[in-house]
């Protein structure tokens, strides 16, 4: 049974850095394969991937937030974390992690397990 | 990045079948078989229902059912049922100008209303 929750900061003030961690259990990233990545959701708005790492430490960012993101993984504590440099009240949102399969022969790519998610404000 | 677009909303009575699109590029629904399809009801995480394109996940009813022509991917929902209002986004892979700096886009979300 995978098992993914998000930790963090529920306000934060525009300009400040924020970091997320996400735990996990029932995998591990050390798996060929696995990936886990960050997707958040604005209130009443739409799903926004955020970022994406893989089991060999290689790293995917949204290219109109790269300078703000950065992706890291603690295989041993099984976590990753998320820090957004700059925070802006548009960044206000529920942050997800979740589980990514991307498989190795055959190809699949999706996010099959998902975290509660966390929301987080930003305000002065 | 631009977010792949979908209608805002469709809607059904019980037992008809309704269809969402999510239409992107020949940079990733024209080019690549990596496109998902999620669920998500109001106050909780989304849900996979559809990967490559037309594969569902164990437990997804065989109501859920999807494609793709072109740079449209499709999902169809056959003999609507009243728990299928929901919100539905489609998910790609991107590749842009090289494997290295590829990423993911969601579809702007379609609201499913069951009347």
């Known amino acids: 049974q995978m098992t993914l929750k998000e930790s963090g900061p529920a306000l934060v003030k525009p300009t400040q850095t924020l970091t997320l961690t996400c735990t996990f259990s029932g995998f591990s990233l050390s798996t060929s394969g696995v990936g886990v990545g960050w997707i958040r959701q604005p209130p009443g708005k739409a799903l926004e991937w955020l970022t994406l790492?893989?089991?060999?430490?290689?790293?995917r960012y949204n290219p109109s937030l790269r300078s703000r993101l950065t992706i890291i993984k603690d295989t041993s504590k099984n976590q990753v974390f998320l820090t957004m440099m700059n925070m802006d009240p548009v960044d206000t949102a529920t942050y997800y992690c979740?589980?990514?399969?991307?498989?190795?022969?055959?190809?699949?790519?999706?996010?099959?397990?998902w975290g509660q998610g966390t929301l987080v404000t930003v305000s002065s | 990045q631009s977010a792949l677009t979908q209608p805002r909303s469709v809607s059904g009575s019980p037992g008809q079948s309704v269809t969402i699109s999510c239409t992107g590029t020949?940079?990733?629904?024209?080019?690549?078989?990596?496109v998902s399809w999620y669920q998500q009801h109001p106050g909780k995480a989304p849900k996979v229902i559809i990967y490559d394109v037309n594969k569902r996940p164990s437990g997804v009813p065989d109501r859920f059912s999807g494609s793709k022509s072109g740079n449209t991917a499709s999902l169809t929902i056959s003999g609507l049922q009243a728990e299928d209002e929901a919100d539905y986004y489609c998910?790609?892979?991107?590749?842009?100008?090289?494997?290295?700096?590829?990423?993911?886009?969601f579809g702007i979300g379609t609201k499913v209303t069951v009347l």
């Open positions: 790492i893989y089991w060999d430490d290689d790293k």
């Open positions: 020949s940079n990733d629904i024209g080019d690549y078989n990596y």
């Open positions: 979740a589980h990514f399969w991307r498989g190795m022969t055959p190809i699949h790519n999706y996010f099959d397990y």
């Open positions: 998910c790609s892979y991107h590749f842009w100008s090289s494997y290295e700096a590829s990423y993911f886009v």
